[in-house]
């Protein structure tokens, strides 16, 4: 099992603007750099830059690189790429308004790399670093990356009652896992009847959720879960802070601007440097699992949330599909996630 908290503090000091070395190789988050920690990141060689295959391909990169078109590709940093220039090769809400010069000279990326940007993606950040530089402020081995699962490590921190608007009686229940700062809760409405759970798992989103947004279901669809549950008379709640499919809320804005220039959801993400959906349902299962609960009732329209939970040995003897009624901002959203992302109804 990885080492969650050689994972947690690599993951902090990247958001903090720190180097990391992963496996002996030293990375800086562009996201996070600023002047005075690049030049010391700088002292001995000018570092290069490190980017997904997706943002390489969109800036016509991946072509350069043969045998792993979709793989991290470094950049030689050539001397114009100063930190303004570096944000503009990472973030591509930029690219109407700084159009990319080049030239680019691509350099075969070690083997490190992927962890690397798996720590950012980790990190909330986007997956866009300096690389080769000099210090490190924590060490991480690449195989840690990549094993960390946050279910490993999962326990259940507190448990109360919450009356709410649906059940007077629910009663929440929160968990926490080494290495992550993510806290999920649980909701229990109702009472065990002998029969599964109806449970959703529901992933935040906080403009939908809180703000009302009507670029997504969510709000709806989480009320709609709710009266669900309660006119079954048991339920399950699984509230995942897997913001924006688990890209993070700062990811999930730019991919909203992205969508305001004219991508798909599912574009946006990759254009990004991210997968389409970068939630790990695993933590969902553990939830259950501590909850004793491995046989569910799902709802949800996802085949991807029954395949995570059933990988991970929760029973669903049936699926109940969620359906809202679009409305004329997210009537795209929806079908690009029927089209693309292989959502039923
Ligand atoms: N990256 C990204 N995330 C989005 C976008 N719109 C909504 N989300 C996020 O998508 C997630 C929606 O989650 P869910 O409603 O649980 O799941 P779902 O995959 O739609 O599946 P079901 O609703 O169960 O059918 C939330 O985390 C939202 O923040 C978007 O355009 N881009
Ligand atoms: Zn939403």
């Not at 402020?137 to 109360?160: P, T, W």
């Not at 609960?293 to 995570?308: C, D, E, M, S, Y």
Request: proline share 7%; charged share 20%; glycine share 10%.
């Amino acid at each position: 099992m990885s080492d969650p908290r050689a994972v947690a503090r690599a993951v902090d000091a990247l958001r903090r603007g720190w180097p990391v070395a992963v496996d002996g190789l030293s990375v800086l988050a562009i996201e996070t750099a600023d002047d005075g920690g690049l030049a010391s990141f700088d002292a001995e060689t000018p570092a290069d830059l490190l980017i997904s295959g997706n943002r390489a391909a969109t800036l016509k990169l991946a072509n350069q690189r043969e045998g792993t078109p979709t793989g991290p590709v470094r950049i030689a940093r050539a001397p114009w790429i100063d930190l303004a220039a570096a944000t503009a090769i990472a973030d591509p809400q930029r690219d109407l308004a700084t159009p990319l010069k080049g030239p680019f000279r691509t350099m075969p990326a070690a083997p490190e790399s992927n962890a690397a940007l798996r720590l950012a993606r980790l990190a909330g950040l986007l997956p866009a670093l300096f690389v080769g530089g000099a210090g490190s402020e924590a060490a991480v081995g690449a195989d840690d990356v990549m094993a960390y699962r946050e279910a490993d490590h999962l326990r259940i921190a507190s448990r109360a009652r919450l009356p709410v608007a649906v059940a007077e009686t629910a009663e929440i229940v929160a968990f926490r896992s080494v290495g992550d700062a993510a806290e999920h809760v649980a909701l229990l409405i109702g009472s065990p009847s002998g029969s599964p759970p109806l449970v959703r798992l529901h992933s935040e989103c906080l403009t939908g959720d809180a703000l009302g947004s009507l670029k997504c279901d969510c709000g709806p669809q989480l009320r709609h879960a709710l009266a669900a549950m309660a006119d079954g008379g048991w339920g399950i709640l699984l509230y995942l802070r897997q913001e924006g499919r688990g890209i993070g809320l700062v990811n999930k804005l730019r991919a909203y601007a992205l969508q305001d220039q004219g991508f798909d959801t599912v574009d946006a993400n990759l254009r990004l440097g991210f997968g389409d959906d970068e939630r790990d349902f695993s933590v969902a299962a553990a939830m259950l699992g501590l909850l004793g609960q491995n046989r569910i009732r799902l709802l949800t329209n996802n085949p991807r949330k029954v395949a995570g939970l059933e990988a991970e040995g929760i029973a669903i003897p049936e699926r109940v599909p969620l359906a809202i009624p679009p409305n004329p901002h997210n009537s795209a959203y929806l079908d690009a996630k029927r089209r693309k992302s292989g959502h039923q109804l």
